[in-house]
């Protein structure tokens, strides 16, 4: 029984370091970029780029939308050891009538999330801001 439990924890830890070597991961500078809020000069810039941001959360986060208003986008998630990725983004105001967009992104993974979620956030980064007003 003893080396069923060996060849078993063996096939775990190769499938789990496979599945680490096979997912593309995020540069330093890409890591960097993802962090850095994103900035819409006006109120209605800031709309149309808060709407994309909600649309592409919806249909590529692992989790389903629980808070959805001006300010915040939050889904579920993460849970239970789950490399799905959860998304939360706040809108914060400036005097000059735009807006601060910061992203965060996700998953209760000790291997990491699937996507990156550095990647993933560069990817929403881009949607959203390939909007025009």
């Known amino acids: ?44 810039t800031c709309e149309v780029q808060w709407q994309r941001a909600q649309a592409w959360v919806a249909s590529h986060s692992a989790y389903r939308m629980q808070i959805v208003s001006d300010s915040v986008l939050q889904t579920y998630g993460p849970m239970g050891s789950d490399t799905g990725l959860a998304f939360m983004l706040t809108k914060t105001p400036n005097l000059q009538g735009g807006a601060a967009i910061t992203i965060r992104a996700s998953c209760d993974n000790m291997f990491g999330c699937i996507p990156d979620r550095y990647l993933a956030i560069l990817s929403l980064k881009a949607d959203m801001q390939s909007a025009g007003p």
């Open 1 to 44: 029984m003893n080396k069923i439990k060996l060849i078993g924890m063996m096939v775990f830890i190769a499938a789990a370091t496979w599945g680490c070597a096979t997912t593309p991961k995020a540069s330093e500078e890409q890591k960097i970029a993802a962090m850095m809020p994103v900035h819409c000069p006006d109120k209605q």
